[in-house]
């Protein structure tokens, strides 16, 4: 079994980026005039061709058990961490609904792609991270469904758009030609291609991250500091919502892969992509941001010693 030291030497590198991205925007390499032209390159062409990548030839995604289940997981696990994080806001009392909605928001997304994805592959190799791209489709469904409505207030209805996004669809394709055994008769250089461009999404993403944030980690520090709403997120999201993850991990009947990956969420801060979503659909950004530094500056001492007791976990198994 991996030690603390081994495991914070595979987390630090990640934040390293995601610190490289303030210094890029505070040094104005990163410009916030070129933040919307990024996402969508990251979006619409590097994230599909890591997707591409991990699943083409991957024998693990060509079990049932590892198609069907990774995403009803997902979205069960960020549906459910909204919900009580909701829960736990009002019954404190935190402050107006539209600041508990955004607590709640924040609190129940964990960082399911930009952290866990390096993590999974330098840890387990390609077929494990194949079925993580798999989970996170479930995640991805319960942020634009139910976290969408408890952000916002607004119907399910107008949420369903945003699930038919370029990861997604190109996810469908990579697993439809995966299945069928397609994959091996693709061009040798478009194989190449999709190598090459899918290892440059996790660093250029954790890059746009760290200049997302930068403004409000420079600029507006005090306004960040906030105890009750700092510490009770990172009690539910890095205290309590692991300790679910590992129970999952144990006694679900599922693949070795889809335990690994359970494991590896768990542990996970809040997501700080939910800061962009806040903005555009009438949440609180500042309290989204406040949730999501403080359980990313915990994560990174917390992230290697949940990470150690899970896989103690299911190695009993």
């Known amino acids: 079994m991996s030690s603390y030291w081994q495991l914070l030497q595979l987390v630090a590198p990640v934040f390293a980026i995601i610190a490289i991205g303030v210094g890029m925007r505070r040094a104005e390499w990163l410009t916030e005039s070129a933040d919307e032209s990024l996402l969508r390159l990251f979006i619409r062409f590097f994230y599909p061709c890591l997707i591409l ?17 990774p995403p009803l997981i997902g979205f069960a696990t960020v549906s459910l961490g909204i919900l009580g994080a ?4 009002r019954r404190l009392r935190l402050g107006p609904d539209e600041d508990v909605r955004s607590f709640a928001f924040a609190t129940g997304i964990y960082n399911y792609g930009y952290i866990p994805i390096p993590l999974i592959a330098m840890m387990y190799g390609a077929d494990c991270l194949g079925v993580l791209l798999v989970y996170n489709v479930g995640c991805e469904a319960a942020v634009w469904t139910f976290g969408l409505f408890v952000l916002s207030g607004r119907p399910l209805r107008e949420s369903r758009r945003h699930l038919f996004n370029p990861p997604v669809c190109s996810l469908l394709v990579a697993v439809a030609l995966n299945l069928f055994g397609l994959g091996a008769h ?12 899918g290892q440059c999404a996790i660093p250029f993403g954790l890059l746009l991250i760290g200049a997302t944030v930068a403004k409000m980690l420079l600029h507006q520090t ?28 144990r006694y679900l009947p599922v693949s070795p892969e889809l335990k690994r990956v359970i494991v590896v969420q768990g542990a996970m801060p809040a997501g700080i992509f939910s800061v962009v979503i806040a903005k555009h659909y009438g949440g609180r950004p500042l309290i989204v941001t406040q ?9 990174l001492l917390l992230i290697p010693l949940w990470l150690q007791l899970g896989l103690s976990v299911i190695a009993l198994t």
């Open 186 to 197: 693709l061009p040798d250089f478009l194989l190449t291609l999709f190598h090459l461009c």
């Open 53 to 69: 990548d991990s699943v083409l030839g991957n024998q693990a995604l060509r079990s049932p058990g590892n198609l069907l289940v």
């Open 291 to 299: 949730v999501s530094v403080a359980t990313s500056a915990l994560g």
């Open 222 to 249: 005090s306004a960040l500091f906030d105890l009750k709403v700092m510490g009770l997120s990172s009690l539910l999201r890095l205290g309590l919502y692991p300790l679910i993850f590992l129970a999952l991990a």
């Open 86 to 89: 909701l829960w736990a806001g």
